[in-house]
């Protein structure tokens, strides 16, 4: 198996690029993970959640040309016009981490690469968690996803790394527009207090998010530097 999708990657953080190349070398399933580099904005938070949307859009117009536009990221009645007339990617899901995602147990990973193998073509799952960050909620609804060894999963924080279908992209890229637009969001003097985190959660309470019962990844935030 190979992933296809990106690698977000901004361009102060050319030390991340090497760090996830170099760590990765070792698993042949992100091979076809390419680098999505984006340009750093003064408020961190609004930072990642346009990097998203941005990559999930360039996931959503894989066959297009221009890949994505320089000077927007819109989710409209037009983005859907152009979605359903225009050749799409028959690519049924896309991996979407950022540049400090990495593995940290090869035998737990392996077991997640067996057991992924035997759902991904399932319609009980929108997203499937890559790590374990934040208050999680994890539902064992003893259905196909749980025999599985995959809980259902609520209060997750982590866009570090997610696989997601693409019929479940505008919703994401949907959500995360909103985000940005949101006042009190993309107000500097309140970013501590809110987050587009908010909109994360919003919608694994009314979508399925999935998550392996195991940690096998994580973050390199030892060599976070911006």
């Known amino acids: 198996m190979r992933f296809k999708g990106y690698y977000i990657n901004?361009?102060?953080?050319?030390?991340?690029?090497?760090?996830?190349e170099t760590s990765n070398t070792d698993y042949i399933e992100f091979e076809d993970i390419k680098q999505n580099i984006m340009t750093h904005n003064i408020c961190k938070e609004f930072a990642?959640?346009?990097?998203?949307?941005?990559?999930?859009?360039?996931?959503?117009?894989?066959r297009d040309l221009p890949i994505i536009s320089n000077t927007s990221n819109k989710c409209d009645i037009f983005m859907f016009y152009r979605l359903f007339r225009r050749p799409a990617s028959?690519?049924?899901?896309?991996?979407?981490?950022?540049?400090?995602?990495?593995i940290i147990d090869a035998e737990y990973y392996k077991d997640f690469l067996r057991d992924f193998d035997k759902i991904k073509k399932s319609k009980d799952w929108d997203i499937i968690l890559m790590?374990?960050?934040?208050?999680?909620?994890?539902?064992?609804?003893?259905?196909?996803?749980?025999k599985n060894?995959?809980?259902?999963?609520?209060?997750?924080?982590?866009?570090?790394?997610?696989?997601?279908?693409?019929?479940f992209l505008p919703y994401v890229i949907a959500a995360f527009d909103k985000a940005i637009k949101d006042?009190?969001?993309n107000n500097n003097n309140n970013i501590n207090i809110f987050s587009f985190k908010h909109y994360w959660h919003d919608l694994q309470e009314n979508h399925n998010f999935y998550i392996y019962n195991r940690v096998f990844a994580g973050a390199r935030r030892d060599m976070v530097r911006g």
């Open 149 to 167: 060894n995959f809980l259902q999963n609520k209060k997750n924080t982590g866009t570090s790394a997610y696989i997601i279908k693409k019929s």
């Open 183 to 185: 006042f009190e969001y």
């Open 90 to 102: 028959y690519d049924p899901f896309y991996f979407i981490c950022e540049d400090d995602f990495y």
């Open 131 to 146: 790590t374990h960050f934040g208050n999680n909620n994890y539902i064992n609804n003893d259905n196909f996803m749980n």
């Open 48 to 62: 990642c959640a346009a990097s998203h949307t941005a990559t999930l859009t360039r996931c959503l117009y894989q």
């Open 10 to 20: 901004l361009k102060t953080r050319s030390h991340m690029y090497k760090a996830f």
